[in-house]
């Protein structure tokens, strides 16, 4: 485990070693450019790296990551990524990564008062209040915790849906298809929620844009 910032630079050079040894033309190859297939909406949490748990190399993964994996339509950061990989990388698959074991999803399920970090956890408790019904009724702490994550996954991915610059790329085809995944910290496995949407045929009719 890396520990200091000399870890981390002395880390990087037997990076470049080991992937030279690999493919002597690696980074020629990817400094002319990237075209990535997939984007990843993942927790910041350092245990869940997109490229490390996919093994997917460098180059195959747009990645935006925040507490909670969330899609906040007042967030510019998020939608400038979003929309660079949708109309510019054409990516055909965004995924909506979740993990068990979420610090922001266990907050954000408590009453407890965390500062300013409260206003991020306010769209995660939305996400309580719109499934308060399954989630109350599941008496096991652990089993309803779990089941927060993956119901605040759902939702990030229907909030993806709900982008008007998304709904547009559906008018020309089945691309991006969004998808609604979970890793687990306890085996390292990834979870399809199959609940992967290409078209706003199940959004609420309000969410729905016209075709310009
Ligand atoms: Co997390």
Redesign the pocket.
Known sequence: MAETIKDLLNGNVSWVKNTLKRDPEFFNKLSMGQSPNFLWVG???SR?PATEITDALPGSIFVQRN???MVIHTDSNLLSVVNYAVKVLKVKHIIVC??Y?????QAAMSNQNFGFLDNWLMHIKDVYRLHQDELDGIQDEQKRFDRYVELNVLEQVGNLAKVSFIQEEWEEGEFPQIHGWVYSLKDGLLKDLDISMNSNAKLDNVYRYNKP
């Open positions: 927790c910041a949490d869940v507490i909670a994996n979740g993990h074991g979420c610090g922001g999803v």
